[in-house]
């Protein structure tokens, strides 16, 4: 999965993974805000990595947790989803908007080869899947110092550079370089900073 390769997503060690992962959302939500020490301590047990002065605001969501670094001092607001079946790295100083979406994964564009045919049980279509789709993943990295303003959908392989501003509904399908505003459906670079 990390390597980009075709996964199960219903594989037991992915599932095992991903209900952990609930059970410490779960527990991060019911953490009132006063209690930053105690979130603090859920967020270190969910995440890969995260830098001092991290702040994420409930209701917060990721698939595993473990492939997720945040540097330091980035604040993630309400209604975030972090799909995470490939690493996903927001450096630090970053502004993730409310309703942002960080998504890894993805699936064949063309319907048969995305639907795994399970009454075929031929070896030289790869491995044999629970899953109904083929899925696989592709990482996405995130400056210091970006802005990802509120309700952007940022897809899989994506990189956006440091001091970047990204305007809000912008679907990120590309590289974005650093220093930029850049927004839209699909987002372009629209000056420099």
């Not at 917060?60 to 989803?81: E, K, L, R």
């Amino acid at each position: 999965m990390l390597a980009g390769e075709f996964y199960d997503s219903r594989d037991a060690e992915l599932l095992t993974m991903a209900h952990r992962a609930r059970e410490l959302l779960t527990a991060f939500a019911a953490i009132p805000s006063v209690h930053g020490d105690r979130r603090r301590i859920v967020l270190t047990a969910l995440l890969g990595n995260v830098g001092d002065g991290v702040w994420i605001e409930p209701p917060f969501f990721c698939d595993y947790g473990t492939h997720i670094s945040i540097g330091a001092q980035t604040f993630v607001n309400v209604n975030c989803v972090f799909l995470d079946s490939a690493t996903i790295e927001i450096g630090a100083y970053g502004l993730i908007g409310p309703g942002v979406q960080l998504l890894t994964a993805t699936h064949p564009v063309n319907a048969d080869e995305r639907i795994v045919d399970h009454s075929r049980a031929d070896a030289s279509v790869g491995p044999a899947f629970e899953s109904p789709y083929r899925t696989r993943a592709a990482s996405i990295r995130v400056g210091n110092k970006v802005w990802i303003g509120a309700g952007s959908l940022v897809m899989p392989g994506v990189t956006i550079g440091d001091g970047a501003t990204i305007g809000a509904g912008s679907v990120v399908t590309h590289d974005i370089p650093p220093n930029v505003l850049a927004f839209g459906n699909p987002c372009r670079v629209q000056r420099q900073l």
